[in-house]
């Protein structure tokens, strides 16, 4: 199982309305392309001293690295732009691609 994580630093003013955009709009869009069976959404509990803002964790799961890649290729560039067009930096995010071991 391959996990693709997305941690976002959402502005407190608009942690509300991103999070219901992001399970309303951006989510389903992402799992419509078919690249990923399942996801979660996290809210970190623990904060830096000098956060000020609040953070979620997005993972989508898929079966396959080449899954992985067909997302990145032909629908990513996409959806980030879409979420950068709402959002500019006022949510910033840092993803990574993680492999099950165990």
Same mark, same amino acid.
């Given at each position: 199982?391959? @996990?693709? +994580?997305? &941690?976002? +630093?959402?502005?407190k003013s608009m942690a509300k309305e991103w999070l219901e955009w992001m399970l309303q709009s951006h989510i389903p869009e992402v799992m419509e392309t078919g690249c990923f069976q399942s996801y979660k959404v996290f809210k970190l509990l623990t904060q830096a001293d000098d956060d000020e803002g609040v953070n979620y964790v997005i993972q989508y799961t898929t +079966?396959?690295?080449?899954?992985?890649?067909?997302?990145?290729?032909?629908?990513?560039? @996409?959806?980030?732009?879409? &979420? @950068?067009?709402?959002?500019?930096?006022?949510?910033?995010?840092?993803?990574?691609?993680?492999k099950e071991v165990v």
């Open positions: 199982m391959i @996990l693709y +994580n997305v &941690t976002c +630093n959402v502005e +079966n396959s690295i080449d899954e992985y890649e067909r997302y990145q290729k032909d629908f990513g560039p @996409l959806l980030r732009q879409k &979420t @950068l067009e709402r959002y500019g930096e006022s949510v910033l995010a840092f993803r990574s691609l993680l």
